[in-house]
């Protein structure tokens, strides 16, 4: 009788410490990558292709052209891009899933053999997907994941790339305009590169120069080569 008493005191006590630790886990990755993929790449290729334009002397209106086609075209094409490996996974855990069921069916004491292996000291009831996910390291893609990760990729890339061109809209003389550019777009890679930190567990600031830094470079080399070939 003391001893259920203990073992029911142990597991309250247990039960209360669980309660007062609440863990708060993030677990929107992949959105988060996407959107920082689409960003990062958003507001520095349009960035580093206006100041590119702007030391060749062109017109306001020219670097917008060039830039807005710029943005669209990297749109679809990272939007693209992300679709194709997000169904490129799919179609690999397909494909495995396959081949395991076909192995089941054909050899299914080898199968029962290995799954019994793997999952022993885990504890884990066996089926196909904790096999392929113990064996191979895969887990269920979500049907839907191609088609959103294009559309977060590819609005991500929009709304980056439209920073580096706003100062164009307003300023018509382009040599004007990239120095209101240049401001815009490192204050924007600033706070793009705190946030990317803080949502993926590193350093907020450190992540932020480096951002900036990247962005900064890809310009000024965009600015360098136009001004060397059109002095």
Do not use: C
């Amino acid at each position: 009788m003391a001893a259920t008493e203990h073992r029911l005191s142990l597991d309250a006590e247990k039960q209360s410490l669980l309660n007062l630790h609440t863990e708060n886990h993030f677990t929107a990755g992949e959105v988060v990558r996407d959107i920082i993929i689409g960003v990062s790449d958003g507001l520095t290729v349009p960035f580093a292709l206006a100041a590119g334009l702007s030391g060749t002397n062109a017109t306001s209106a020219v670097v917008l052209t060039a830039g807005i086609a710029e943005v669209a075209a990297g749109a679809i094409s990272m939007g693209l891009g992300g679709y194709l490996a997000a169904k490129s996974e799919a179609d690999h855990y397909a494909r495995e899933l396959k081949r395991e069921q076909e192995e089941i069916i054909a050899v299914p004491e080898t199968e029962a053999a290995e799954v019994a292996e793997i999952l022993a000291e885990y504890g884990v009831e066996a089926h196909e997907y904790t096999h392929l996910w113990f064996e191979l390291g895969l887990e269920k893609p979500d049907p839907r994941r191609a088609l959103h990760s294009a559309m977060t990729i590819a609005s991500a890339y929009v709304i980056g790339g439209l920073v580096p061109l706003a100062p164009y809209i307003f300023i018509p003389k382009a040599s004007e305009a990239v120095l209101f550019s240049v401001v815009v777009t490192m204050f924007a890679l600033l706070l793009f590169g705190y946030a990317k930190g803080h949502f993926t567990g590193n350093k907020p600031f450190r992540s932020a120069l480096e951002t900036a830094l990247i962005g900064a470079i890809a310009s000024a080399a965009a600015f360098g080569m136009a001004k060397a070939f059109n002095p």
